[in-house]
């Protein structure tokens, strides 16, 4: 399971982190925002790189945004590996990409603690983090679900009264005695 859970959650965060850019680039038209360099510093302060160009500081953005992204899609490909699949899973894995940023930020010194940042740069980025987990937990729940049912959600389904919004096992899992 693991080992696809991690092919999964890799190609699953590239995907997420594909659709945030564009939902980023899209709002950037909107509001004018410029691009934030907060990812090169955060990455640069990690390796103890010097201050770059602006050039140079485009491609340590891009691998920073990138890189984390799709690393942390490894752990929502575990989750739909082991059954926590849909919304709900998405709006954890949601918090769990908002504190990742937050924590290398702030320990780096290279941003600040969110409850003291303006409150429209606040819901501009959690709206991009939401994008991004719920766009990763689509692509990591479609390629779990082509392996069945994961251990949690079998467990679900034989307890009465649990929820495990998938229904009943599917003829094949119940009649091998996979519950």
């Known amino acids: 399971m693991l080992k696809r859970a991690v ?22 038209r909107f509001t004018r925002r410029p691009d934030s360099y907060v990812p090169a510093r955060v990455l640069a302060r990690l390796t103890g790189l010097p201050e770059q160009s602006k050039q140079q500081s485009r491609w340590l953005n891009l ?3 990138y890189g984390q992204g799709v690393l942390l ?3 929502r490909g575990v989750m739909a590996q ?13 918090v769990i990409r908002l504190t990742s940023d937050q ?11 969110p409850q003291t940042w303006p409150r429209g740069e606040l819901a501009i980025d959690v709206l991009h983090k939401a994008v991004y987990g719920f766009a990763t937990g689509v692509v990591a729940d479609a390629l779990a679900a082509r392996d069945g049912l994961g251990p949690g959600q079998r467990h679900a389904a034989m307890r009465p ?9 599917p003829r094949h899992e119940a009649h091998l005695g996979r519950a």
């Open 7 to 28: 092919w999964q959650g890799l190609v699953a965060g590239l995907a997420g982190v594909a659709v945030m850019t564009v939902a980023e680039k899209v709002e950037q």
């Open 73 to 75: 899609g490894v752990l």
């Open 63 to 65: 691998g920073m945004h």
């Open 82 to 94: 082991a059954g926590m699949r849909g919304p709900m899973a998405s709006g954890m894995f949601t």
């Open 161 to 169: 009264g649990r929820r495990s919004d998938v229904g009943p096992l």
């Open 103 to 113: 924590v290398l930020e702030n320990a780096t010194g290279v941003g600040a603690p």
